[in-house]
């Protein structure tokens, strides 16, 4: 019988539409023996996996921990220890408020070998299909990834100073946070500032707001958005490109 070798490797599912995935990363996830995937991956990407595999749901859903942190953790180094290739399938990229970092340490403290695959961020691709540049010329030169919820549950501090910013705003785990935000972005005088919300992203059920940081608030109610939803905040948002239904128009280059 050969020896075990323990190894980890966390690997980014991208945003959500299942074609946003990297070869390497379906490679890991064909090569996995144990597989600890979150709540935001989308779980076709599991038909990838050995039918023999062991699939283990580690995610968060509506505030309801499968596990938590330490116990993923732990998690993570019996199932390599005890089966080998144990892959860690996140939402987005996994460096970007992910944890993936966190893991990664923890497990080369008990000698696993340890390796990433990155993922194609929410940040970026969840604007794109709207056809929301975050930068653009004469309308921004650069942006902020934010993350509003910190790990104290309050809003991050990051927020008054990217108002304060010309740059593009892009808020992650924000809608609980949304009165706030739209408070501290009157507050810089940015009340006509276009703003648009999005709702599972790339996804077939996505859910699309756009308006201005005074109306977005009744257009939430309107379209009933909720989480999970990235925040766009600034000019490019009505600087948008009109785009043709991504998926029709690629499959008829293949």
């Known amino acids: 019988m050969s020896k075990i070798t323990p190894k980890l490797t966390v690997v980014g599912a991208g945003p959500g539409d299942v ?15 144990v597989i600890l995937y979150d709540a935001l991956i989308n779980e076709e990407l599991l038909k990838y996996a050995s039918a023999d595999i062991e699939l283990i749901f580690v995610g968060k859903r509506k505030g309801c921990y499968a596990f938590q942190q330490e116990q993923i953790n732990e998690l993570i ?3 390599a220890k005890e089966k080998g290739h144990v892959v860690r399938l996140k939402g987005g990229d996994p460096f970007i408020f992910g944890r993936g970092a ?16 990155p993922g194609i961020t929410s ?3 969840v604007p794109a299909y709207q056809g929301i540049p975050l930068t653009k010329r004469g309308s921004s030169e650069s942006f902020w990834v934010i993350t509003a919820t910190t790990k104290n549950h309050s809003l991050s501090t990051d927020v008054p100073l990217a108002a304060k910013s010309t740059a593009t705003v892009v808020i992650l785990m924000g809608m609980h946070k949304l009165a706030e935000i739209v408070e501290i972005f009157k507050a ?16 077939a059920d996505e859910n699309v707001g756009i308006g201005t940081v005074s109306t977005i608030e009744a257009i939430v109610a309107e379209k009933q958005l909720g989480s999970p939803a990235i925040i766009v905040i600034g000019d490019v948002v009505e600087k948008r490109v009109e785009l043709s239904t991504i998926c029709e128009e690629i499959n008829k280059m293949v």
């Open 188 to 203: 810089e005088g940015k009340a006509d500032t276009p703003m648009a919300i999005i709702q599972n992203g790339t996804r």
């Open 102 to 117: 966190e893991e990664i340490d923890y497990a080369r403290g008990f000698g696993l070998e340890t390796f990433v695959v």
């Open 123 to 125: 940040a970026i691709a």
């Open 77 to 79: 180094v019996a199932k």
């Open 19 to 33: 074609e946003l995935i990297t070869l390497k990363a379906i490679k890991a996830i064909e090569a996995a023996n």
